[in-house]
């Protein structure tokens, strides 16, 4: 029988944890977790924890696990797993250089997120929450949204999410589909989906769905450039990472009316403070990036996987969510 000492060692970058899930950990591992809340955690906490750790697991993307931290933990560190999709948080050329694998949960919150942007798209569309508020403020609502039948819809990355977005999409009487992708996507095209340029996607689309990843490619993929090829009656739906759009840009396209309404699960900052400009447009809808997280299921689905990673590269298995480093 393994004493703590021997077992090896996991490193909880936080304790908003399923105690089902850990408990699951602690028949194989020794782990140890950082005593704070997930936005309570520090690089700090992390240095001062990591040493001797076979896997880290960690959540969102605010704590920078840099190659001083990696390097920190000595030849012990394998893998490290986040609870989230995105990873860039994550030094990947100095987990390549080491051979430490890295795995995500980006297919447990697939259908999650998918079904997120649909809401969310409609939602900004119809104006369904300026609808609501002015019906419980005892007013008929008098403005007009749009609708999605005979629109086109791009979606700027078409990985998991991108795919999943589609096949919800494809129950739409759209007039057309568009994507961007660095290959062709089978799934995408047998929906009738187009792989296409950005300028073309935003200036064809009257829908643009952002569900790329965040990487030094992406960042500000949509900005005052890209605004300004959009049609006067575009809504941008953002699912991916705040940075994707450059903010001050987007306030500026709104404000003039360039283009005609935003829907957001992803901000920068998160969350965004009350006095922010896009907290006070009636055009745009706000959420507390949610698209994988808000219901019963996704929790325990993605605090699974989390482990299941971990759990293959202990075994000498291939990891369900490895990501390509």
């Known amino acids: 029988m393994f004493t703590n000492m021997s077992k090896p060692k996991i490193l909880l970058s936080h304790n908003d944890f399923p105690p089902a899930i850990i408990a699951k950990l602690m028949e194989t591992f020794y782990v140890k977790i950082i005593n704070k809340p997930m936005v309570g955690s520090t690089y700090q906490l992390l240095l001062d924890n990591i040493p001797g750790t076979f896997g880290l697991i960690i959540s969102g ?34 987990l390549k250089k080491r051979g430490i694998v890295l795995g995500n949960t980006v297919h447990a919150t697939t259908d999650r997120v998918a079904e997120l942007t649909i809401g969310l798209l409609i939602a900004t569309a119809r104006n369904v929450l300026d609808a609501n508020q002015q019906m419980k403020s005892g007013k008929l609502p008098t403005s007009l949204g749009t609708g999605l039948t005979n629109s086109v819809v791009g979606i700027i990355g078409c990985g998991n999410i991108g795919i999943a977005v589609a096949k919800l999409l494809s129950g739409f009487k759209l007039s057309e589909l568009l994507y961007t992708s660095r290959k062709p996507k089978p799934e995408v095209e047998c929906l009738g989906g187009q792989l296409v340029s950005i300028n073309d996607l935003v200036g064809r689309s009257d829908y643009i769905i952002l569900a790329t990843v965040l990487v030094p490619e992406t960042m500000y993929i949509i900005n005052k450039d890209r605004l300004a090829l959009m049609k006067p009656n575009a809504v941008i739906i953002n699912v991916g990472r705040g940075k994707l759009i450059n903010q001050d840009d987007l306030v500026d396209a709104l404000r003039t009316k360039r283009i ?61 969510g490895q990501v390509k480093l």
């Open 260 to 320: 005609r309404g935003a829907g957001l699960d992803v901000t920068t900052p998160e969350p965004l403070p009350p006095d922010h400009p896009l907290m006070t447009m009636n055009n745009v809808v706000i959420l507390p990036h949610i698209a994988g997280r808000n219901t019963i299921e996704a929790a325990m689905e993605k605090a699974q996987l989390t482990i299941d990673n971990i759990f293959a590269v202990f075994n000498n298995q291939p990891m369900p």
């Open 61 to 94: 993307c605010k704590i920078p696990i840099d190659e001083h931290l990696i390097e920190t933990a000595g030849p012990s560190l394998r893998v490290i797993s986040s609870t989230s999709m995105g990873y860039e948080c994550v030094d990947t050329n100095a």
